[in-house]
């Protein structure tokens, strides 16, 4: 009777072990825009640890929602998003471990990245300029990663951080033995501001 028993529970063990395996292992994705599926359509069939490699020229304002967790956008060094509508955000952030890289080219919108809302975003290696107010804004209780970037020629400040929020410029984590400096230029105010408790 023992000998069942501990046979059922090694049997559970082995089921659990294989099951947090499978759910853990990462997949890629790939989507060439004006292929007729948009980056916000592609979103809401990546799970944690995915990756959306991205090419083309994307022409979308780009929510990722709360729900999207852990994620990697990666513009591969050649595709770029331009917003359709100038007056929202090119990228507006609210999920919680993004990250968004390799894009030659984030413009058109209010702002070109935002992290607003309680997310949380690695930005890297990418060139965000014309926006029509800043370039990224990380603000209400969020936070950011913001390295090796280009942010130039926005109507107003290349970076923003306010409304209790952070930010780790050039760097990755405290202590970081590795400077990943951005290139601030050209924006018509601060190269980067902090306000609001941030």
């Known amino acids: 009777m023992e000998a069942k028993a501990r046979i059922k529970v090694l049997s559970f063990a082995i089921l659990g072990l294989l099951l947090s395996v499978s759910t853990s292992e990462s997949a ?5 825009c004006g292929s007729g599926r948009t980056i916000s359509e592609a979103l ?15 022409n979308e304002n780009l929510v990722i929602p709360e729900e999207v967790v852990n994620v990697i956008l990666d513009g591969q060094g050649a ?12 990228i507006n952030v609210r999920g919680d471990g993004i990250t968004i890289r390799n894009f030659v080219s984030i413009a058109g919108g209010e702002t070109g990245i935002l992290v607003t ?17 800043n ?3 990380v603000n209400l209780n969020s ?6 970037n280009t942010i130039q020629s926005n109507s107003q ?19 970081d033995p590795v400077a990943r400096p951005n290139v601030i230029q050209n924006n018509g105010e601060n190269g980067i501001s902090v306000a609001r408790s941030s």
């Not at 809401?44 to 994307?58: E, I, M, N, Y």
């Not at 890297?124 to 300029?129: G, P």
């Open 79 to 90: 595709a770029t998003i331009n917003a359709r509508d100038p007056s929202d955000p090119t």
């Open 44 to 58: 809401q069939h990546l799970k944690p640890g995915d990756t959306l490699l991205v090419s083309g020229a994307c």
């Open 28 to 32: 890629s994705d790939q989507l060439a």
């Open 135 to 137: 370039g990224i804004v």
């Open 157 to 175: 400040t290349g970076i923003l951080i306010t409304d209790s929020s952070s930010a780790r410029i050039g760097f990755l984590m405290a202590g």
């Open 117 to 133: 809302r309680g997310g949380a975003a690695t930005i890297d290696r990418n060139i965000i300029h014309a926006a029509g107010n």
């Open 143 to 148: 936070s950011a990663r913001i390295v090796n």
